[in-house]
């Protein structure tokens, strides 16, 4: 079972990125996906997460009217569409899955991948 990320990059302010987790080794069409980021010196935090059965979104406050999160189960992948972007979105940001229900716990994640750094300058 394997998660891997893409899409990080260097970005102004304003700007923005769109992440890709492809996930492989496992049909991953049943499974809640989400996305996770860890900033310099911060803990692991919820970002977003969408549903399996009915594609319901989950947002942090802090991503709310800029980040959307969708997922193509054709391609076994999901991906955060990232707006206005702000310095303190540098971060890590990692792809996760299993979760049985959408939540913001990490720990109710099975799978996640290495992660893709997102840098924004001001």
């Known amino acids: 079972v394997q998660l891997v990320e893409s899409g990080g990059g260097l970005v102004q302010a304003g700007g923005s990125l769109r992440l890709s987790c492809v996930a492989s080794?496992?049909?991953?069409?049943?499974?809640?996906m989400g996305w996770f980021r860890r900033a310099p010196g911060k803990e692991r935090e919820f970002v977003s997460a969408?549903?399996?059965?009915?594609?319901?979104?989950y947002y942090a406050d802090f991503v709310k009217g800029r980040f959307t999160i969708s997922r193509d189960n054709a391609k076994n992948t999901v991906y955060l569409q990232m707006n206005s972007l702000k310095p303190e979105d540098t971060a890590v940001y990692f792809c996760?899955?299993?979760?049985?229900?959408?939540?913001?716990?990490?720990?109710?994640?099975?799978?996640w991948g290495q992660g893709t750094q997102v840098t924004v300058s001001s």
């Open positions: 996760a899955a299993g979760a049985v229900v959408p939540t913001a716990r990490l720990y109710d994640y099975d799978y």
């Open positions: 080794g496992r049909d991953f069409s049943k499974y809640v």
């Open positions: 969408i549903n399996w059965s009915d594609d319901s979104t």
